[in-house]
């Protein structure tokens, strides 16, 4: 572990690699404070420019982005009170009645120490399960693989936005849209309507950016009147004195440890890790009155949490190819991409790149601890940049980076037509990460499982005889069940 480690931090060091990781932590942090704007769109559109790299230097960009947008959404969730990002919904409770108080610097020094602090945690927690975890993967054969995707997918529709219904639904369409093309055991045109464009079948890429980016620019374009109240960003109290951080300690680790938990599993994400550890600090609170209306043990939860699920959420992407969140399936795109399966196997076949994504996300929290300490006044100010200015340039990348795919305009009507779902989708309060993560993983599912019945003779028995794909059915099984109940629950109460 350790010589792989010092591989890969050898890696990151490279000029180039570490030019790309202070650009990618810069960029993240930048778009990450524009209200309206996602690290999953950055990602998705800085996805054509990597087909030019090495596949190390594209995914230590990605990660980079990864991490410095979750963390500069605390910038306008701290100043504005608009989260960059969903992730910092929880930060803006406290963090700018905080502010508005007259303590903004305060506020932003306790957000960035927290997201330094949950960042390292998780990423200690990677380093240590990463490898060990994918060991133990490779004993799986194609039945365990197609329960535990299959386990997946109902936890992801289960604990996405919205109800149990709409995710699973979500994640349908998203198996269903990645169905056209060549079926990979009959070797015949499928879903493809006899149009000979969709015989290679919907790429990636274009569906990417049409559901991240293009939704989102129909969204901001219907919300460019917005005006939000404005506090100055001050660097008074930016540094946390050592009473600080022996006085947050506890909560910091608490946090941490929660939103590494809530990153690994598979598409709950950074939003759901930072409610959750706000709620449980709270809770525990002498004080829970304070919670917002500036508490600070609020702010640390929040951020803590959130950074520290980018770790959680990278464990399972590397060892067994699941993502752990909406851009962590992006990342798979990306590796996919520069010809590299995901998967158990990952360490053995790309182990150069694998030990180079886990020293990219250490740099890049470090990276990001200075950046925001020294530049947060002037990223406050980029944030404030009116959208109608930011838009058209945006729509010039996805048009460019959708049709540089192939030279051809079908990836550009692709790219449209997914934006135009994704908004809908949106919209009808249906979330996108099933939908992705179903396009992304329903391919791998269906290969695992023809693979497995044509070992068995056409006979699906082995998914209730052999004990590992067994238990992930029964866990999906129970999740389910749990989540219908759950629901059902609910909507009684309300009735009531």
Request: glycine residues 10%; proline residues 5%; hydrophobic residues 55%.
């Given at each position: 572990m350790i010589d792989g480690l010092l591989g890969g931090l050898a890696l990151v060091f490279h000029p180039w690699a570490f030019f790309f990781v202070v650009l990618g932590t810069v960029l993240g942090i930048t778009v990450g404070a524009i209200p309206g704007l996602t690290g999953a769109m950055l990602i998705a559109l800085t996805?054509?420019?990597?087909?030019?790299m090495t596949p190390t230097d594209a995914v230590v960009l990605l990660?980079?982005?990864?991490?410095?947008?979750?963390?500069?959404?605390?910038?306008?969730?701290?100043?504005?009170?608009?989260?960059?990002?969903?992730?910092?919904?929880?930060?803006t409770f406290d963090g700018y009645p905080m502010a508005r108080a007259g303590k903004p610097g305060r506020a932003l020094g306790l957000g960035i120490s927290a997201s330094f602090i949950g960042g390292l945690?998780?990423?200690?927690?990677?380093l240590l399960l990463a490898k060990p975890l994918s060991i133990w993967a490779t004993r799986f054969g194609p039945f365990e693989y197609f329960t535990l995707i299959l386990m997946a997918m109902v936890l992801i529709a289960s604990v996405s936005q919205g109800s149990l219904v709409k995710g699973l639904i979500a994640g349908m369409l998203g198996m269903l849209a990645s169905m056209p093309g060549v079926d990979p055991s009959a070797g015949q045109p499928r879903l493809t309507f006899d149009w000979y464009m969709l015989n290679g079948g919907l790429k990636l890429l274009p569906v990417l950016i049409g559901v991240f980016a293009v939704s989102q620019i129909i969204n901001d374009i219907l919300e460019l009147g917005k005006k939000a109240d404005r506090v100055?960003?001050?660097?008074?109290?930016?540094?946390?004195?050592?009473?600080?951080?022996?006085?947050?300690?506890?909560?910091?680790?608490?946090?941490?440890?929660?939103?590494?938990?809530?990153?690994?599993?598979?598409?709950?994400?950074?939003?759901?890790?930072?409610?959750i550890a706000y709620t449980v600090t709270r809770n525990v609170s002498k004080t829970p009155d304070e919670f917002g209306k500036g508490s600070e043990a609020g702010i640390v939860a929040s951020e803590a949490a959130n950074n520290a699920t980018i770790g959680g959420a990278l464990i399972p992407l590397i060892a067994m190819g699941i993502p752990g969140s909406?851009?962590?399936?992006?990342?798979?795109g990306a590796l996919m991409i520069h010809s590299i399966q995901p998967g158990p196997t990952l360490f053995l076949?790309?182990?150069?790149?694998?030990?180079?994504?886990?020293?990219?996300?250490l740099i890049a929290n470090i990276v990001m601890l200075f950046v925001m300490m020294g530049s947060v006044g002037w990223v406050a100010r980029l944030a404030t940049i009116p959208?109608?200015?930011?838009?058209?340039?945006?729509?010039?990348?996805?048009?460019?980076?959708?049709?540089?795919?192939?030279?051809?305009?079908?990836?550009?009507?692709?790219?449209?037509?997914?934006?135009?779902?994704?908004?809908?989708?949106?919209?009808?309060?249906?979330?996108?990460?099933?939908?992705?993560?179903?396009?992304?993983?329903a391919p791998l599912m269906e290969e695992k499982l023809?693979?497995?019945?044509?070992?068995?003779?056409?006979?699906?028995?082995?998914?209730?005889?052999?004990?590992?794909?067994?238990?992930?059915?029964?866990?999906?099984v129970v999740l389910l069940t749990w989540s219908l109940i759950s629901e059902w629950r609910q909507a009684r109460e309300r009735g009531r």
């Open positions: 996805l054509p420019l990597t087909y030019y990660i980079a982005m990864y991490v410095g947008s979750v963390t500069g959404g605390l910038i306008t969730a701290t100043l504005l009170r608009m989260p960059g990002t969903p992730s910092n919904v929880m930060t945690v998780s990423w200690v927690f990677l100055e960003a001050s660097s008074s109290g930016l540094l946390m004195s050592l009473r600080d951080w022996i006085r947050h300690s506890a909560n910091m680790l608490r946090s941490s440890l929660i939103g590494t938990f809530v990153g690994i599993l598979p598409g709950v994400g950074a939003s759901i890790g930072s409610v909406v851009i962590d399936a992006i990342l798979i076949t790309n182990g150069d790149v694998v030990w180079a994504m886990i020293a990219a996300c959208r109608q200015f930011l838009l058209p340039v945006i729509i010039v990348f996805c048009i460019v980076g959708s049709f540089g795919l192939d030279n051809t305009m079908f990836d550009v009507w692709v790219m449209l037509i997914f934006g135009l779902i994704g908004f809908a989708l949106e919209r009808a309060r249906y979330p996108l990460g099933p939908f992705v993560i179903g396009f992304v993983l023809r693979s497995g019945l044509m070992m068995s003779g056409g006979s699906i028995l082995p998914v209730f005889t052999r004990p590992v794909a067994l238990l992930f059915l029964v866990a999906a």
